[in-house]
């Protein structure tokens, strides 16, 4: 392994567990620890610890922080409520997508959480775009952990009495032995669960206290991608990029009623137009037939062979036991149970447009069943 | 009956002109669970280098090179219908497939297992 990723907070404490580190946005990072599979299948019964400390977290403060945000981004920052987060994309004057994030109204502030490859190119957007009086602040001293799968809560109950009053999308401050934590109800694996954010010098006691707890074991950066590809969820700089629109992406959920009405955001004209009109693309879910998986760059080819979308993640779900894809297709082939054809490695592949996520989401929704 | 290595980290057990080829305990820690496997069929011929087989893991796929040129006389059907084997057994019946050499001389290229062992812990 090249000597030029930074290491992140818990590099040694990852070492010390077994992670093979690889590099990942400029960090090494641990790809896996006893296998991709394994520690896929311990999330989904169990629960799964992930340093995700590469992701950059933003303060964004001032009078117009929120106007000036909401220039940025769909959300209805107006409408949410202290301690709530939102999805939502950080957009460009063309609509297209310059980074997905999540955004908490904390006080009198917005918390904001960007992906780690991007994280330079949006604090450098962010700045340029807000209003002379907002206030960015990137939190380089922080680092952040993802408790995810179903007994997450009863892992980080024991530690954090009271979190398991959060709903969904809500967070709030908790201790955790003596560190002071922010910890939201959210994630990136389908799965109930927890995104803690800590100093990076309380980092690895909290790590050791929550890996400590019988539910818990370390998840590497490997199983995170097929976790999320089997929930659906797209991953920056591969399903969604500057060229791509929320609409195309099937993110419209992100665009909240009141800011689509209303308009005031960056690419608002060409967004409107694809929800009126429907886009030239979209973003779907794909079943690939036989055990092959079909991988990024796949080209989705029609009947003369010529390429009409392309394959954008995949691989293998190890909950279905089969490869899955997401892929770019024409509106006309968007369609569940549309077939298609993938070309890949000199072959040809048959697939399925089948709806995401491909395995159930199970979040934790105030109201809903437990 | 010995045992060759290549620097492309396939195992070559050779008695008198037949092969048996996979790829080495090492490789498969690299690579990670294995989902699907593709072997040649009985009859195709290989040069020494050519791509003979696919492997592919959880995230990434690989080509298996011909160690050694010949003709194949069996692909392994076990690890077709089960993947795992080569996590499990990848240097007993997590094998690939097995030929008849073309050519002896190809196999002085190759390493033994002390000098494949250094190849490794140098990578």
């Known amino acids: ?370 | 009956m010995t045992v060759y290595y290549s620097k492309d980290h396939e195992w070559v057990s050779v008695e008198g002109d037949e092969a048996i080829v996979g790829i080495t305990d090492f490789a498969q820690g690299q690579l990670g669970d294995v989902v699907f496997v593709e072997v040649p069929e009985a009859g195709r011929t290989f040069s020494q280098g050519d791509e003979a087989a696919v492997v592919e893991s959880v995230k990434a796929a690989s080509d298996v090179y011909a160690p050694v040129g010949g003709t194949v006389i069996e692909g392994n059907q076990a690890v077709v219908d089960e993947p795992s084997l080569v996590n499990t057994d990848p240097e007993g019946q997590g094998w690939f497939f097995k030929l008849t050499l073309s050519d002896n001389h190809q196999l002085s290229g190759l390493m033994n297992a002390e000098q494949y062992k250094a190849y490794c812990d140098e990578q």
């Not at chain 1, 989904?44 to 340093?51: E, I, K, M, P, T």
């Not at chain 1, 990137?138 to 809560?153: D, I, N, R, S």
Request: charged share 25%; hydrophobic share 45%; proline share 5%.
């Open chain 1, 1 to 370: 392994m090249s000597e030029a990723e930074k290491p992140l907070p818990l590099d040694a404490w990852h070492r010390a567990r077994g992670g093979r580190m690889v590099p990942f946005a400029g960090y090494a990072m641990p790809v896996q620890y006893e296998g991709i599979i394994a520690e896929h299948l311990w999330t989904r019964q169990s629960a799964g610890l992930f340093d995700v400390s590469h992701m950059g977290q933003l303060l964004v403060a001032g009078a117009e922080a929120e106007k000036g945000l909401e220039k940025l981004l769909p959300a209805d920052l107006a409408g949410l409520k202290e301690g709530r987060l939102r999805y939502s994309l950080l957009l460009d004057v063309d609509g297209g997508i310059v980074d997905d994030l999540m955004v908490t109204r904390r006080g009198d502030h917005f918390y904001v959480v960007v992906n780690g490859a991007t994280k330079a190119g949006d604090i450098d957007y962010m700045r340029d775009k807000l209003p002379g009086g907002v206030v960015l602040d990137h939190m380089k001293e922080q680092a952040l952990l993802a408790l995810q799968g179903p007994k997450a809560v009863d892992a980080l109950a024991r530690l954090a009495p009271g979190v398991e009053e959060l709903g969904f999308m809500t967070g709030g401050a908790f201790a955790i032995g003596g560190a002071r934590a922010w910890v939201s109800r959210s994630g990136y694996t389908g799965e109930d669960g927890f995104e803690i954010s800590v100093a990076a010098r309380d980092v690895e006691a909290v790590a050791e206290a929550i890996a400590g707890q019988p539910e818990v074991k370390p998840i590497g950066l490997g199983a995170r991608d097929s976790l999320r590809l089997e929930a659906g969820l797209p991953l920056y700089g591969h399903d969604l990029d500057i060229g791509t629109t929320p609409v195309e992406a099937g993110l419209a959920f992100a665009l909240s009623k009141r800011r689509r009405a209303e308009g005031g955001f960056a690419g608002w004209h060409r967004i409107m137009k694809e929800l009126a009109d429907g886009p030239i693309r979209m973003r779907v879910g794909l079943f690939v037939e036989g055990r092959q998986p079909v991988r990024e760059g796949a080209m989705m080819v029609d009947v003369e062979g010529s390429e009409v979308g392309k394959v954008t993640s995949g691989g293998y779900s190890p909950c279905l036991e089969r490869p899955i894809a997401m892929a770019y297709v024409p509106l006309a082939y968007a369609a569940a149970g549309t077939r298609v054809s993938l070309a890949a490695r000199g072959k040809l592949f048959a697939g399925i447009v089948t709806p995401m996520p491909f395995v159930p989401h199970r979040y934790h929704r105030k109201g809903a069943a437990a």
